[in-house]
C-alpha cells in the first residue's frame, strides 16, 4: 500500500532547519549510533520521532480511496506490488460494476481481470477478489467482519490487508500495518533490528501505545515516500536527522 506525500516543511526551509543538518552531517560522520540505548530511552526517542512526523504530515492519512470496509478490503487487495494511485484509477470503475460483495462474488473471472489489469498480477489478484467476497457473502451475511482472525481467513487477506481495514475502516487498533515503508523506517530509525514483518510489527506495538498504532502506519509511510527514501534517503532535509541512529548513512 502506499500513500499520496507532499513534501514537508522541513525538507523546503534549509536554513531553518541547518542545526538539524548539521546534526545529520554529524551523525554521518560517526556513523550509526552504537551506544546501547535504553528502554526508555528508545521510547522517549520514539515518541518524539512521531511527534516530530505528525507536524511535517499533519494530513497523513490512508491514501487508498474508499467509502466503506468492502471497498477499502478491495482495494488493499489491488495494491499489493502496486501504486496506490493506480489502485484509485481502477477503483471507480470496479465499484461501478460491482457495487456489492455479493456482485463481486458473481464476477465473471475475465471481465474482472479486464477491469484490474493495470495494476499487476491481475489473475492472481481477480482469484482473490472473487474469493474473497465469496467468503464475506457466505460466512458473513455480505458485511466484511471488523475481527482479525476473520478477515485473515478470508482469501487473499493477510495480516498487514487486515490491519489496514480493522485501522482505517473501523477505527480498531488491533496491530501496526508494517508495509514496505513502515519496515524500512522502523529499521533505519533504530525502532526494531527485525526484518520480518510480523516481527518488525511486534517491535513497533511494544515501543508504541496503543493510541498511536494507527497514525504510525501513515506517518511513516508519507515520511518514507517524501523524504526517507528506499534507495537514498535524503537525511539533510530530515525533521528528525537528530534523532536517527542512521541519518545521512
Ligand atoms: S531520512 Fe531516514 S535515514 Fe535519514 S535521518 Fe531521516 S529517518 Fe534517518
Not at 504530515?57 to 474508499?66: I, S, V
Amino acid at each position: 500500500m502506499t500513500t499520496m506525500a507532499k513534501e514537508p516543511k522541513s525538507a523546503r526551509g534549509k536554513a531553518a532547519k541547518s542545526a538539524k543538518a548539521g546534526a545529520a552531517g554529524a551523525a554521518a560522520k560517526r556513523g550509526p549510533a552504537r551506544v546501547r540505548e535504553s528502554r526508555e530511552a528508545k521510547r522517549a526517542r520514539a515518541l518524539e520521532v512521531i511527534g516530530r512526523l505528525r507536524e511535517a504530515y499533519p494530513d497523513a492519512k490512508c491514501a487508498l480511496d474508499h467509502e466503506n470496509a468492502y471497498q477499502l478490503l478491495a482495494a488493499t487487495i489491488l495494491s499489493a506490488q502496486c501504486t496506490d494511485e493506480r489502485v484509485n484509477q481502477v477503483t471507480p470503475s470496479l465499484f461501478a460494476r460491482y457495487p456489492t460483495p455479493e456482485d463481486l462474488a458473481g464476477a465473471k473471472q475475465e471481465e474482472l481481470e479486464s477491469i484490474i489489469r493495470s495494476t499487476g498480477f491481475y489473475r492472481n489478484k481477480a482469484k482473490s477478489l472473487i474469493g474473497m467476497a465469496t467468503a464475506v457473502v457466505e460466512r458473513h451475511g455480505g458485511e466484511v467482519p471488523a475481527e482479525m482472525e476473520a478477515l485473515t481467513r478470508l482469501p487473499g487477506v493477510g495480516r498487514k490487508t487486515a490491519n489496514v481495514v480493522l485501522s482505517n475502516a473501523f477505527g480498531k487498533a488491533e496491530g501496526v500495518v508494517v508495509d514496505t515503508h513502515v519496515k524500512r523506517l522502523s529499521g533505519r530509525l533504530g525502532f526494531t533490528r527485525e526484518t520480518d514483518p510480523e516481527k518488525v510489527e511486534r517491535d513497533l506495538m511494544a515501543l508504541f501505545p496503543r493510541e498511536l498504532w494507527g497514525d504510525l502506519e501513515h506517518l511513516l509511510i508519507f515520511h518514507g515516500r517524501a523524504v526517507c527514501k528506499a534507495p537514498r534517503p535524503r537525511c539533510g532535509g530530515c525533521t528528525v536527522a537528530d534523532l536517527c541512529p542512521s541519518a545521512a548513512v
